[in-house]
């Protein structure tokens, strides 16, 4: 790409997720490259600062409003699949579609598919008043497809996409995970078992109920430092429910030295996105409650032994930074 174009990274205002600060690494790292990169934010009001105080280091030039955007063939727009139906709106910029949550556009436009992940009552109600419709045209548009998952490029390429326009581009955590990362699996233990509020609630429910001697503590209201000041001293984190890209929280507990047991479901069944091994992935549809709660009693008895058995996955994390950047060299200059 000529770096006298311009980038456009389309970002919501009003959320802070694990999503929204991608966007932003994404705009901090094209400008450190060279190419001049813009945030936009949707319905923004603010003074060209990012939306929240912790972004703000990811801004090299100012955040702009959405309605700021230049449509023009010089130029380049970056859309977070939440943002597919905006293709339609640009006639002249080349569009990319960044996918960071295949689940997101598959509910939308499927009832199993939003079945499976909102329920079945979200899934008639959304039926009955029209919404789910196949939005297949709408990722036609764009120039390129970025996956963030091998589970989006499985997705895109069951669509009909061809694989000269899907291009992989991952992410990278938060270096807060890496600070004294000598020390890691050294720190004092405690017989703590993690798990995201969030997601896959329902089914950790299950285990929560049949396991009343564990100590399950959940991951909410917290900031990235006391997160991770929670996982230094934990041994075990769980993931059920969807896994609609490859999820950060099951990385930041990998490299702060947990033991890591999720469900198969979307991302979290392909190898390369979730590398640990396969003793500790359960399909929820048919495994055992007491077979999960087993392997979490073993991850906290054995924790030395067991913990060791994610190494390669925390190599993998740990170079996953370096990785984003020369994928962006490759896809963009």
């Given amino acids: 790409m000529n770096k006298r174009n311009k980038i456009f990274v389309l970002c919501p205002s009003h959320t ?32 060209g600062k990012a939306a929240f105080p912790d972004f703000q280091k990811y801004l090299v030039t100012s955040a702009i409003k959405e309605e700021d955007i230049q449509d023009n063939v010089n130029n380049l727009l970056i859309l977070p699949e939440i ?43 959304n039926l009955l008043m029209g919404k789910l419709r196949n939005k297949c045209g709408y990722i036609k548009l764009a120039d390129m497809h970025l996956c963030q998952s091998y589970y989006a490029m499985d997705f895109l390429a069951r669509k009909g996409i061809g694989e000269d326009n ?74 059920f429910g969807n896994h609609p890209g490859k999820d950060r929280i099951p990385r930041e507990a990998a490299i702060s030295g947990c033991c890591i047991i999720t469900g198969r ?5 392909y ?4 590398m640990i091994p396969d003793e500790f992935k359960f399909d929820e549809q048919k495994v055992e409650i007491q077979s999960i709660i087993q ?8 924790y030395p032994v067991e913990a060791r058995k994610f190494e390669d996955y925390r190599e993998l994390i740990k170079s996953e930074k370096e990785k984003f950047v020369n994928d962006l060299s490759y896809i963009f200059l």
């Fill in 16 to 47: 802070k997720t694990g999503g929204t600060e991608l966007l932003h690494q994404l705009t901090y790292q094209l400008n450190r490259l060279g190419i001049e990169t813009y945030l936009a934010y949707t319905n923004y009001e603010g003074d």
């Fill in 83 to 125: 943002y597919y139906k905006k293709a339609k709106k640009y006639k002249r910029l080349k569009i990319y579609i960044w996918w960071l949550s295949v689940d997101f556009f598959l509910q939308e436009s499927s009832f199993f598919a939003r079945k499976r992940i909102k329920g079945f009552k979200s899934a008639l109600k």
């Fill in 166 to 239: 899907i291009r992989y581009l991952s992410d990278y955590i938060n270096d807060v995970y890496f600070e004294n990362k000598s020390e890691m699996l050294k720190d004092k233990r405690e017989n703590i078992v993690l798990y995201n509020p969030k997601k896959g609630y329902k089914f950790t429910k299950k285990l929560i109920d049949e396991s009343p001697e564990l100590n399950w503590v959940a991951l909410k209201d917290m900031t990235n430092k006391q997160v991770q000041e929670i996982m230094r001293s934990s041994k075990v984190y769980v993931d």
């Fill in 265 to 269: 479901q979307g991302a979290a069944n």
């Fill in 271 to 274: 190898q390369q996105d979730v």
């Fill in 295 to 302: 392997k979490i009693n073993i991850c906290i008895k054995n």
